[in-house]
């Protein structure tokens, strides 16, 4: 029975690759200067393995021959061993691949002395007298051949894409006390002076990176925020605000997928909670101890732009400067009057999360 199991995945193992003659669309995602290095949006789960040959080709025929040197599952590296056109392997350009049988250079050195031709008008064969002339035969162009600058310059990023929910948290906190006193001594006042902001989010992420939603993210937060103040007087006031967010992030420039690099990304979400505010006389008060206080609730928007980092084991981090908006309404108070009141500015936050 191991043997029939052995035997199943050693003969269903070539399925998962594309048959020589199959052909795939790619957009091209980078390129070195020389264009002997590129990367594709296509990987392991398009069949692409490390060692395929193919065809790049367009309506005008075929302008280069590469071969897979790195692949992972939404993206892959291709050595280019015979440059027919460099005009069409640009970045974002858009072509065909076609699978073809493994080839091998020649090892002739005087053959290799070939001066390569880069024509501005696309062929319209596969360029066989053109660069580097290829020996028959199976397949001895390994890995490394490739110039080591040009591989560094299209470098896979390494992907997350499967680590798609995380869990940061926001944490703002200073404690403070304070006293206030006439110069005579004779009345003094005391209260704690302080604010904090604990934020916890949670963001869901996209894995089929391929997709036309694959830079978006959901987002949603839960704050609590204080602010207490005391006056020189010795009023005071506090403000506490429970507060919900629903929003959506985008990535423009590098999916959030990749590790080791700085993501930049823009950020909106709606608000909505509740707030309950709460003011205590001091001196104008004539020594009234006692305070007033009024519930109501909340609606806002934050709008910003900022930087975030991971690393393959899912752990990261996160910027944001957002301007943020905040409207209270407010129900009546002990002395039956109702407010209305606008907080908003811009603000900066630091976030650390993790990602599974």
């Known amino acids: 029975m191991k043997l029939l199991f052995a035997a199943l995945i050693l003969f269903a193992t070539p399925a998962f690759g594309l048959e020589v003659d199959e052909k795939l669309t790619v957009r091209i995602l980078r390129t070195s ?26 309506t005008a025929g075929i302008v280069a021959r590469a071969v897979c040197v790195k692949v992972s599952p939404a993206r892959s590296v291709w050595s280019v061993y015979r440059l027919v056109n460099a005009d069409f392997i640009l970045t974002d350009a858009v072509l065909s691949i076609k699978i073809t049988p493994a080839v091998k250079i020649t090892k002739d050195d005087s053959k290799a002395l070939v ?50 929910i995380e869990v940061f948290g926001i944490l703002n906190i200073s404690g403070l006390t304070a006293n206030s006193k006439t110069d005579t001594g004779s009345e003094s006042y005391n209260s704690s002076q302080g604010q904090y902001h604990i934020g916890l989010g949670a963001e869901l992420y996209p894995q089929k990176e391929r997709e036309w ?66 003011y205590a006389q001091g001196r104008e008060g004539n020594g009234a101890d006692g305070e007033i206080s009024a519930n109501g609730g909340t609606q806002g928007f934050s709008l910003g732009f900022g930087y975030k980092y991971y690393t393959m084991k899912g752990y990261g981090a996160r910027i944001l400067l957002d301007y943020y908006v905040r409207s209270e309404r407010y129900g009546e108070d002990e002395e039956r009057n109702k407010f209305n009141k606008t907080v908003g500015g811009p603000r900066f936050m630091i976030g650390l999360g993790y990602r599974w």
């Open 33 to 58: 200067e020389s264009r002997k290095t590129v990367m594709l949006n296509r990987g392991t789960e398009d069949g692409l393995v490390e060692g395929d040959h193919a065809k790049f080709v367009v």
């Open 115 to 164: 001066q390569e031709d880069l024509p501005t008008t696309p062929a319209s064969g596969d360029g066989a007298p053109v660069g580097i002339p290829l020996a028959d035969g199976a397949n001895d162009l390994t890995a490394g051949k490739e110039d080591p600058d040009d591989l560094k310059a299209v470098d896979l990023p390494q992907i997350i894409p499967e680590r798609d």
């Open 213 to 278: 939603y694959s830079h978006f993210s959901l987002a949603g937060a839960f704050n609590l925020l204080r602010l207490h103040n005391q006056a020189y007087n010795g009023s005071s006031s506090r403000n506490d605000v429970t507060e919900f967010g629903l929003g959506v992030n985008w990535h423009p420039t590098k999916l959030p997928s990749a590790t080791n690099l700085f993501i930049p990304y823009f950020h909106l979400s709606a608000l909505f909670g509740s707030v309950r505010s709460t």
